[in-house]
C-alpha cells in the first residue's frame, strides 16, 4: 500500500483497476474484536488485491431505541480506531454527526463519513470537508439518485474535492428498502468514486420493532449486482458472530465468510474490466 497518508489513500480509492472495501464492525464494541476483525480483512485483502478500510463507530447516534448499545463514545472509540491504524497499518472510517466531531475524528482517522440520515446537513458537510479528510457521503434513504446532485455542490462550495458517494437502498414502504441500481452510473456522473453499501441496504429499519431486522442472506446478490453496474468500491459490515453483535447484526456478513466471498467480488470485478 505505501506510506499511509491521506494522498495515498485517496490515490488508491479512485483507482479503477482496483476494488476497494471499506469494511469492519457495525460499532466498536471492544478494541480486541475491531483487532480480531481488522486482521481477518487485511490478510484477505492483501493476499486478493484489494485496498482496504476499516470501518467502525463510536458512537451509533440513530439507534431505533433509546436503550440500544451506542458505542464506548468519542474519545475512548477514536483511541481504538487510532490503535488499528497504527497496528494493521491500514486506513480507517468513521461517522460523524456534528461539526465539533468533525475536527476530533479528522485527527485520528483518514475518511469522515456523513451518515444517509444527515446528508443533507450543510454545516455538517462544511465541517468535514474543511478537515482536508476525504469525505464518504451518505445517499439518504430518502433521496433519489440525482438529488445527490445538489449535496456534492455544497461540499464542493466548501472546498470539497476528495469525496466518496454511497449507495445505501431507498425507502420502499414500511420497514423496507429496494435498492435501484440505475443509482450507481447516476451518482458518478457526478464525478466522484461511488460506493455500495451492501449490508445496510438489506437493512428492514424498525423491522424488529424497538430495532431494525435484515436480510443478510441477500447481501451478497446486491453487492454483485453493484460492481455489475459499475461500483468503485464496497462498504460491508462484518462480525464473528453477527446473532450476538450489538448493533445491525440481521445485516452483517459472518466474517468466516468473507474471503470466499471477496474472492468472488475480485473475480467479477476483472470480468468487468475485460468485458
Request: glycine share 10%; net charge positive; proline share 5%.
Amino acid at each position: 500500500m505505501g506510506v499511509l497518508n491521506d494522498a495515498t489513500t485517496w490515490k488508491q480509492l479512485q483507482r479503477t483497476d482496483q476494488l476497494f472495501l471499506i469494511a469492519g464492525p457495525c460499532v466498536i464494541e471492544s478494541e480486541d474484536l475491531c483487532l480480531r476483525i481488522g486482521r481477518s480483512l487485511k490478510k484477505t485483502c492483501d493476499r486478493l488485491g484489494i485496498f482496504y478500510v476499516f470501518k467502525a463507530s463510536y458512537d451509533k447516534a440513530n439507534r431505533t431505541s433509546a436503550t440500544s448499545f451506542r458505542g464506548p463514545g468519542l474519545e475512548s472509540g477514536l483511541a481504538i480506531l487510532q490503535t488499528i491504524r497504527h497496528r494493521l497499518g491500514v486506513p480507517v472510517l468513521t461517522d460523524i454527526h456534528t461539526e465539533a466531531q468533525a475536527q476530533a475524528a479528522a485527527k485520528v482517522v483518514d475518511i469522515l463519513q456523513i451518515p444517509a440520515f444527515l446528508c443533507r446537513q450543510t454545516d455538517l458537510i462544511a465541517a468535514a470537508v474543511g478537515t482536508g479528510k476525504v469525505v464518504n457521503i451518505k445517499k439518504g434513504q430518502f433521496l433519489s439518485p440525482g438529488e445527490m446532485s445538489p449535496v456534492v455542490a455544497k461540499a464542493k462550495s466548501a472546498g470539497g474535492r476528495k469525496l466518496l458517494l454511497t449507495e445505501r437502498g431507498t425507502t420502499f414502504g414500511y420497514n423496507n428498502l429496494v435498492s435501484d441500481m440505475r443509482s450507481i452510473p447516476i451518482m458518478k456522473k457526478l464525478g466522484y468514486p461511488v460506493v455500495f453499501d451492501a449490508t445496510h441496504s438489506v437493512q428492514l429499519p424498525g423491522g424488529g420493532g424497538d430495532c431494525s431486522s435484515g436480510n443478510r442472506e441477500f447481501a451478497p446478490v446486491l453487492a454483485r449486482c453493484a460492481l455489475a453496474a459499475g461500483a468503485d468500491g464496497l462498504f460491508i459490515e462484518t462480525h464473528p458472530d453477527p446473532n450476538r453483535a450489538l448493533s445491525d447484526g440481521p445485516n452483517m456478513i459472518p466474517l468466516s465468510d468473507m474471503p470466499d466471498f471477496l474472492k468472488s467480488l475480485v473475480k467479477l470485478k476483472l470480468a468487468m474490466r475485460n468485458a
